[in-house]
């Protein structure tokens, strides 16, 4: 079997940090994938929502330098996750665990951002990896 998936959009909100009970980072991200075709002379956009999870070092990463409106490529594997509500409906949701995030974005020149601590600028790493942490 074969489960890849490589996407490239912009993050639909700020990313969020949550912690494992083991103390594992994890982050949790919207991404936007828009395509673009023609039909007959029309031309048409269509948008996809996709739900992203990072572990580990690379979901610090993710948090500390990716806000809302981030372009990014992501590359990782398709799960479903089934839960049941207090009330007993079952829901199911279908996300991409990242294994790369590579940060996306136009070219600047040497200043790239600042870091809201000291001051000093600072610039995000083009590609962060790791696998899950189980």
């Not at 494992?20 to 991200?29: D, I, K, L």
């Not at 490529?73 to 996750?81: A, K, S, W």
């Amino acid at each position: 079997m074969f489960n890849k998936v490589i996407l490239i959009g912009n993050l639909t909100r700020d990313p969020e940090m949550r912690y494992t009970p083991q103390g594992t980072s994890v982050c949790n991200f919207g991404l936007a994938v828009n395509r673009r075709y023609k039909q007959g002379d029309e031309a048409k956009e269509e948008v996809t929502f996709i739900s992203i999870v990072v572990f580990g070092k690379q979901a610090d990463t993710c948090g500390q330098y990716l806000n809302k409106g981030s372009s990014v490529l992501v590359e990782g594997r398709l799960q479903e996750r089934r839960w049941e509500t207090e009330d007993g409906q079952k829901r199911s949701r279908h996300e991409v665990v990242a294994q790369s995030v590579r940060f996306l974005g136009k070219k600047q020149g040497p200043s790239t951002g600042f870091d809201a601590a000291g001051g000093e600028e600072t610039a995000p790493p083009d590609e962060t990896t790791e696998l899950e942490p189980f």
